[in-house]
């Protein structure tokens, strides 16, 4: 009867002390408006994986897995981004036209985090800044390929 009566006790105070820190984990994704492949990038040494070109309607990162938000976390928050341009090439002359790059950027997530937040999103644009945020859902693209392809967006 007492170690159950411990057990319990052990039980409710573990629950508790994870009901007062309410951490939630966010899958990582990216939206890519260069016009490069990004073939890896990170948040805070978290992997995101690789990011081809987005489309009009799409992102273009596979989602990888996770980053921690405490529901109490204080905006703006610093975060850090780091990613690897990958290389290009010439497949038909068999030739490299390009090396690959690496970058990094501190970036202010500054809100306002949706009520039930699932992913964290990375967009990275053709001047190599960078923005986050945070979301309930995949959102849609900031910027139109189609539009950057003609001078019209951002």
């Not at 990038?41 to 489309?55: P, R, Y």
């Not at 202010?108 to 986050?132: A, C, M």
């Not at 959102?139 to 019209?152: D, I, M, V």
């Amino acid at each position: 009867m007492i170690k159950k009566l411990m057990a319990l006790l052990l039980m409710a105070s573990l629950l508790t002390g994870c009901q007062a820190e309410q951490k939630k984990m966010l899958s990582i994704t990216g939206y890519n408006y260069t016009n490069r492949y990004i073939d890896r990038f990170s948040v805070n040494g978290q992997g995101g994986g690789n990011v081809l070109l987005s489309e009009d309607d799409a992102g273009g990162g596979k989602t990888s897995c996770c980053i921690v938000l405490r529901s109490d976390q204080e905006l703006p928050v610093k975060v850090y981004v780091e990613w690897t341009y990958g290389e290009r090439w010439n497949h038909i002359k068999g030739i490299k036209l390009q090396d690959a790059t690496s970058h990094s950027a501190e970036v202010l997530l500054e809100g306002p985090i949706t009520k039930d937040p699932r992913i964290f999103v990375v967009h990275f644009y053709p001047d190599n800044s960078v923005q986050v945020e945070v979301a309930a859902d995949y959102p849609k693209p900031r910027l139109k390929r189609s539009e950057l392809a003609h001078g019209s967006a951002r």
